[in-house]
């Protein structure tokens, strides 16, 4: 890396770092319901299609294959963990700090068997640990990444993981989930982030990365990223609420932003 592009990458992080205090300042009336999560609430209309990047979470049923129960205690669904304040927290900041044309305060809820999901080059799943989809979701995400599409699974734990696999060899019958880790160019498609594992969100569970690839081939399209024991979107949503370190949250959006970046440029 040349002189001028490390000023840029340090400028850019000190950039993001200079956002996230101005975000603390916000009132957290501002960012809805405050500290604590508010509860469910069904989404409304999406926005009509314009060209921008658009967050696009899926929506889904849980079923007996996921050992799902209920809405937790009548708060969020699975489906919608940290919506809508981690999507409009991330949108903000890819909006500031790259040249990637969003729309902030705007969101997509899809379902997998929803044709205007072709629309839309990047997918995000909450909690996959609940997902039961049914055939025509199964088809519909298969065609989806074999398009040309990507997904990112995050905010899971433990046996979740069985689940997520389980459904994926249904989507994507002869792939497999890869482990990656700092050297793969994901990790640097934006910010560098040497050490992606460092950023825990659930206490002594330690972080891995894992990554579905076109032909079981690293070196070829990446189609789905897990991020197994981790949840960056609970860093985006409490963003300005100082439930977590500002250090902290910075990584978590440099993981995002480096995801987004990839995804569109690769």
Not at 74 to 81: A, K, L
Request: aromatic content about 14%.
């Amino acid at each position: 890396m040349t002189a001028v592009a490390r000023a840029r990458r340090a400028a850019t992080c000190l950039r993001l770092a200079l956002l996230l205090a101005a975000l603390v300042a916000v009132p957290a009336e501002a960012q809805r319901g405050g500290r604590g999560r508010p509860r469910f609430e069904e989404p409304g209309e999406n926005p009509p299609y314009d060209g921008r990047w658009t967050f696009v979470r899926i929506r889904y049923e849980m079923g007996l294959a996921a050992g799902a129960g209920g809405s937790r205690g009548g708060f969020d669904v699975p489906w919608s963990h940290d919506y809508p304040r981690g999507e409009r927290n991330f949108a903000q900041i890819v909006g500031e700090l790259t040249t990637v044309r969003t729309r902030p305060m705007q969101h997509a809820v899809l379902r997998l068997d929803d044709p205007q999901l072709f629309r839309y080059p990047i997918a995000y799943m909450a909690e996959p640990g609940y997902w039961s989809p049914s055939e025509s979701e199964v088809l519909g995400l298969s065609t989806y990444l074999r398009k040309g599409g990507f997904i990112i699974f995050d905010d899971f734990r433990d046996q979740a993981w069985l689940n997520l696999e389980r459904q994926m060899r249904r989507v994507l019958p002869e792939l497999r989930f890869i482990r990656i880790d700092g050297t793969h160019p994901i990790f640097d498609a934006f910010y560098r982030v040497p050490d992606p594992e460092a950023l825990q969100s659930y206490g002594r569970a330690q972080p891995t990365f894992w990554a579905i690839f076109e032909d079981n081939d690293p070196r070829k399209r990446l189609l789905a990223l897990a991020n197994r024991d981790n949840d960056l979107s609970e860093f985006w949503e409490f963003t300005g609420q100082g439930f977590f370190p500002v250090d902290l949250t910075n990584e978590a959006y440099k993981l995002g932003i480096n995801y987004l970046v990839y995804a569109l440029s690769r």
